[in-house]
């Protein structure tokens, strides 16, 4: 099939090059960005990484860019045969030779033939360091130059430097960025742990020996919220800055039990669950000013809790045992018009749990069980359809990347349980965790650079 | 045996103090040799009565000891008793609850040992205990929180419907975070899922129900 693709292509390429822009479909993507490029559904564009000189920067960037290229699902990736032949795309200019300076020769006929729709160059340039150059092989044009200067493999936050470059080349295919740029927090063995998005760098951050649960990202990318636990069953919720490491305790958490909480999207408030002498549920607090602990829920008899805002914030998915059942359900985000949320069929729709809603705001992921074995959900927030996403081993908490198109979520498909990352529009699934356990995994948004 | 030996040792002193009699020094060259026994005699008169008094005193002291040893063993064998009683009451009290998968109501038998909890909770009036609910492996990890709460709820509401003051329970969950049984089977799971009763206070001297 993939063969087929790249031959059509390369006919396209080779005969009608420029008919095929007029055969070009323009698709909506990302909030009505239009993009010019054949894409049909199911069928990706062909992207060709190519080899060249060879350095420790550059080496390393090339690498992390082509998985990270290969990550964002995006892409028909194509691998060579002889990995480094296509290095004789650049020659000096014939008859030239004494300036010295080469000049690339881009063979798109090539490259086409090969079945790309577009190619990435990583290469090293005297006056800009590296240099990222995307090639649009059905145009025969550069698309995008991407120049990081001064790129040392050795220095902190490098990793992070060359992801956000290669979401900047989806971004240039697609118009919307790649998410190579994120991280993914989750509990291992009572610690949380940070891991990058292609499952590098993994990093304890809470205290060792102390149970840790229930992380969650501020929208800034640079805090954290997470449970403590004490020996009593108490646990209080803390604010962790990322970058230094410190962390203090938001004082209304303090004497109960209090977890999975969640940042309204402006990052002002926190909503969380408190399990007490009245139950469980579902609070907030203005963590911006510092006051305000409001209670949303009163449960009585049911319990309430793992609160989940909406992109907008003005409600919240949550999960309720109202009925008898753990089903999800929606209120305002000041706890008005509280009502069932996923339809319910007894005998049909299992308990379910962890709801968080997409990025986009069409979706909200949960686990529910079916067949007494957990799995994990999709619901269409709209017509409010439910949809099966895994169903291999135990699959539970979803957490959503910022693109609204990846999900990683906790399965136990290889023994125990790691955290799976799943693309929703191709099917595509990888391991990130290979720790003994992982569980609670909570993606970030898009990391910016700092610019202190 | 324990009568006899302040008397055998009483005996062994008089044994000593006739011995050490027995053998005087070597009296002075004197005049009158009557004179001289009469002398050793009374010496000797004077010798057997201190020891006699001796040996009254070392009585005496004995029986005083013994009367003090014996008031102590009394009292530690009181103490004992107390101690064993509180021990017995703790272990009524850790005596755990459990419950059936995903839920928390008190079944049957778990009432009864609570009705246990709720005897000693009633003979002690200042005892605190608190109530920490646990679960299986198998559900949601924050769900458990909620879950583990509702069953420390469910021992201590069925505790103060009885008239146990609300103020005496603190309750708290533990999720599924802290198993007692490992294993992924219906064995280690209902063993797992679980209240556990611990004492907060009051608990120093506690008084078994019915004694």
Known sequence: MKRRIGLGLCAIAFAAAPAAAQDTTVVERGGGVRIGITYQPGVRPGMLILGGERGTALDSA??????????????EMIALPLGDSLTLRIRPPEGDGATGSFVPFVNYALYAALGADFAVNVHREADSGVVVTLYDVQGDVVRRELRIPNLDPEARGFRLRVHRIADEIVRAVTGVPGVAATQILFINAGRIYRVDFDGHTVEGLSTPGINAMSPTWAPDGRHAVFTEFLDNGQGSLYLLDLDTGRRQVIPPTVGTLNYAPEFSPDGTTLAFTRSDGEGTDIYTYNLADECCLQRLTVGGFSDNLSPTYSPDGRRIAYVSTRPGYTQIYIMGSDGTGQELFAPFQYGVSGESHAPEWSPDGLNIAFDRYVSKVSQVFLMDVGNLVVRQLTSLGRNTDPTWAPDARHIAFVSSRTGSNQVWIIDMETGRVRQLTRLGEARLPAWSPRIAERTN | MRHTLPISAGLFVIVIAAACGGGPPPPPPGPDPDSLAAAQAEEQQVRDSIAAEQAVRDSVQRDSQR?????????????????????????????????????????????????????????????RIRVTGHCDERGSDEYNLALGNRRALAAKRYLTDRGIAESRIATSSMGEERPIAMGAN??????????????ISGGGTLKMPGM
């Open chain 2, 67 to 127: 009367i003090v040893a014996e008031e102590r063993r009394v009292r530690e064998d009181s103490l004992a008793s107390v101690r064993e009683e509180t021990n017995n009451v703790r272990d009524l009290l850790a005596r755990r609850v459990h419950f059936d998968f995903d839920r928390s109501n008190i079944g049957t038998d778990d009432a009864a040992i609570l009705d246990e909890k709720l005897a000693v909770l009633q003979r002690n009036p200042d005892l």
């Open chain 2, 186 to 199: 219906e064995g280690a799971w209902g063993q797992n899922r679980r209240d556990e009763f611990t004492i």
């Open chain 1, 62 to 75: 090339r690498t992390i860019i082509a998985r990270d290229l290969n990550y964002s699902d995006e892409f």
